[in-house]
């Protein structure tokens, strides 16, 4: 199921997007690179675009990194 932030398996595809960032913020990346083959790489132009996909990794991690630590917190007061 595609969120607002991931795209689907067919955008993905049709978009050449590897198998390493099909993550949780796909569906940022996918109008990112659009833009950077549309200005030749000019990092300038797709500032905005790139600062969305950029904080939606950041929240990504953040969430990841708080599940993980709930994880342990769990298995180290789990009666063994």
Do not use: V
Not at 17 to 31: E, F, K, T
Request: hydrophobic share 30%; net charge positive; with cysteine.
């Amino acid at each position: 199921m595609a969120t607002s932030t991931t795209a689907s398996q067919e955008e993905m595809k049709k978009a050449l997007l590897p198998l390493g960032y099909r993550d949780q913020c796909s569906a940022l990346l996918i109008p990112l690179n659009k833009c950077r083959h549309k200005t030749n790489f000019m990092q300038w132009e797709c500032e905005h675009e790139r600062h969305e996909y950029e904080k939606c990794q950041y929240e990504d991690l953040m969430r990841r990194m708080k599940e993980l630590s709930k994880l342990k917190r769990e298995a180290a007061q789990a009666p063994e």
